[in-house]
């Protein structure tokens, strides 16, 4: 199968998570780390010890942040871009404003929303695999999202969220105006069971 037709493999990492800027409006966190052993479930290869090497990531492509993996529907709440570290690529993300953001924004304050989770797709020749020993190298991986995960689901325990600063708060943590047709309780524990479903 090639890689593009192939799903999309999530690895969830943990971590704090860091909301800058101005009324906490930019995430920043370690996306991928690497030289991090873990124990997957690998699409291709099933229950593996995976590592991404230093650069696995393309860090000149765009990146998305999404409210959990899609599952149905895909929920961005943020773009930003990816830089490598000698221990990671870590990814700086400008929130959408309003709506769903807002209350992601609000969870990360609370510290309800603190990993991150990468989905991607190993590129043609950018993983190598030992059967024997079950382990696989991802030396060149493209990067489809990054979700906000709660951090007890992740596979990698140094991704995380590092910031978020300067929010406005309202009722539940956000600046989301109430009168705006929703039902705020079913929809924050909706969302808040998207963001800790892998």
């Known amino acids: 199968?090639?890689?593009?037709?192939?799903?999309?493999?999530?690895?969830?990492?943990?971590?704090p998570l860091e909301l800058?800027?101005?009324g906490g409006r930019t995430v920043h966190g370690l996306a991928v780390p690497y030289g991090a052993p873990a124990r997957v479930n690998s699409n291709d290869y099933g229950p593996v010890m995976e590592q991404f090497e230093r650069g696995a990531v393309n860090t000149r492509?765009?990146?998305?942040?999404?409210?959990?993996?899609?599952?149905?529907?895909?929920?961005?709440?943020g773009t930003g871009t990816l830089a490598e570290r000698s221990d990671g690529a870590y990814g700086t993300w400008q929130l959408?404003?309003?709506?769903?953001?807002?209350?992601?924004?609000?969870?990360?304050?609370?510290?309800?929303a603190d990993g991150l989770s990468v989905g991607f797709n190993p590129l043609p020749g950018g993983s190598e695999f030992d059967a024997r020993a079950r382990?696989?190298?991802?030396?060149?991986v493209?990067?489809?999202h990054v979700a906000l995960v709660d951090r007890a689901l992740a596979a990698y325990p140094s991704a995380k969220v590092l910031s978020l600063r300067s929010r406005a708060e309202c009722w539940c943590g956000c600046d989301m105006p109430r009168d705006a047709g929703l039902d705020w309780p079913a929809a924050s524990a909706r969302i808040r069971r998207r963001l800790v479903t892998p």
Do not use: C, K, Q
């Not at 999530?10 to 971590?15: D, K, M």
């Not at 959408?96 to 309800?112: F, K, Q, S, W, Y």
């Open 1 to 15: 199968m090639a890689a593009e037709d192939s799903p999309v493999e999530t690895r969830a990492f943990s971590g």
């Open 20 to 22: 800058r800027g101005p």
């Open 61 to 77: 492509a765009p990146s998305e942040l999404l409210a959990g993996h899609p599952g149905g529907l895909r929920l961005p709440v």
């Open 96 to 112: 959408n404003p309003g709506g769903l953001a807002d209350h992601v924004a609000a969870m990360i304050a609370r510290g309800e």
């Open 135 to 140: 382990h696989v190298i991802r030396r060149r």
């Open 142 to 144: 493209a990067i489809d």
